[in-house]
C-alpha cells in the first residue's frame, strides 16, 4: 500500500497452495496483512502456507467488515463466494466453497 492511510478495512479469502483450503479475515491493511500470512506471522495459518490471495472487499468502517466476514463462513456466503469466483475457477474444483466449514 502506499503511505497513505486506507479509509477502508478489507475482508479477504485466503486459499492455501498447500492444502486447498480457505482463510476468510478482515484487516485494515491488506498488504501487511497477507505478507505476515506469507511469512508464518499468522499463528492461525503459519502451517497452511503459501497462500493466494483470491478475494477481497473494502467495508467503509469494522463493523461493516465484520459481518461481511461472519456472513462469508456461513452456507449463503460460501453460495455467494462460489458463484462470485466461478470463472476463477474454471478448471479447478467447482464446488471449493462446499458446505463442511473449510
Known amino acids: 500500500m502506499t503511505n497513505l492511510e486506507s479509509p477502508y478495512y478489507y475482508v479477504y ?13 478482515y484487516t485494515k491493511d491488506l498488504s501487511s ?3 505476515a500470512h ?6 492461525s495459518t503459519k502451517h497452511r502456507r503459501p497462500f493466494e490471495l483470491i478475494y477481497f472487499e473494502g467495508c467503509i468502517s469494522q463493523e461493516d ?8 463462513k456461513t452456507h449463503y456466503g460460501k453460495m455467494f463466494l462460489g458463484n ?3 470463472s476463477y475457477f474454471t478448471g479447478q474444483d467447482q464446488n471449493i466453497f462446499n458446505n463442511d466449514g473449510k
Not at 479469502?13 to 479475515?25: H, R
Open 33 to 35: 496483512r497477507f505478507e
Open 13 to 25: 479469502i485466503l486459499l492455501s497452495k498447500k492444502d486447498g483450503k480457505k482463510y476468510t479475515g
Open 84 to 86: 462470485r469466483l466461478k
Open 65 to 72: 467488515a465484520l459481518k461481511r466476514e461472519k456472513y462469508f
Open 38 to 43: 506469507q511469512k508464518g506471522k499468522v499463528t
